[in-house]
C-alpha cells in the first residue's frame, strides 16, 4: 500500500523559509513523478513545482511562475523523499500544502494537472504572515 506522509510545515513571517518533506512508502521508487500542489482557503488546487523523469530517460523540474527562483524540489530516491525548500515566503504562499505521486513520465506540459498523479498525501499546513 502506498502511502505519502508530509511534513515541515508551519507558520513564518514573510521572507523566511521552510522546508517540507514528503516520506513515501510502498512502491515508491516506480514513481517516475512527483509533485506538490497547494490549496489556499476558497481557492482552487494548484500545482507548485514537480520532479520527474521524462519518456527520454531525462529527469527534469517544473515550477509555477509565482515560485520560480524561490522554491526549489528536490528528490532523494535512496530515502524515497521529496523536499520543497521555499525561501523568501510571501503572504500569497500561505496553503495547505500536498504531495503527490505518478507512475507515469512527468509532462512538462500538463505536471500542474492533479490528475496525473495517482496517489496523494494528507497535507501540511504553510502559513505566512506579513
Known amino acids: 500500500q502506498v502511502q505519502l506522509v508530509e511534513s515541515g510545515g508551519g507558520s513564518v513571517q514573510a521572507g523566511g523559509s521552510l522546508r517540507l518533506s514528503c516520506a513515501a512508502s510502498?512502491?515508491?521508487?516506480?514513481?517516475?513523478?512527483m509533485a506538490w500542489f497547494r490549496q489556499a482557503p476558497g481557492k482552487e488546487l494548484e500545482g507548485v513545482a514537480a520532479?520527474?523523469?521524462?519518456?527520454?530517460?531525462?529527469?527534469?523540474?517544473a515550477y509555477t511562475d509565482s515560485v520560480k527562483g524561490r522554491f526549489t524540489i528536490s528528490r532523494d530516491s535512496a530515502k524515497n523523499t521529496v523536499y520543497l525548500q521555499m525561501n523568501s515566503l510571501k503572504p500569497d504562499d500561505t496553503a495547505m500544502y500536498y504531495c503527490?505521486?505518478?507512475?507515469?513520465?512527468?509532462?512538462?506540459?500538463?505536471?500542474?494537472?492533479?490528475?496525473?498523479?495517482?496517489?496523494w498525501g494528507q497535507g501540511t499546513q504553510v502559513t505566512v504572515s506579513s
Open positions: 503527490a505521486a505518478g507512475d507515469g513520465f512527468l509532462d512538462t506540459w500538463y505536471w500542474y494537472s492533479s490528475n496525473r498523479y495517482r496517489y
Open positions: 510502498g512502491y515508491a521508487s516506480s514513481f517516475r513523478s
Open positions: 520532479h520527474g523523469t521524462v519518456y527520454t530517460g531525462v529527469t527534469t523540474t
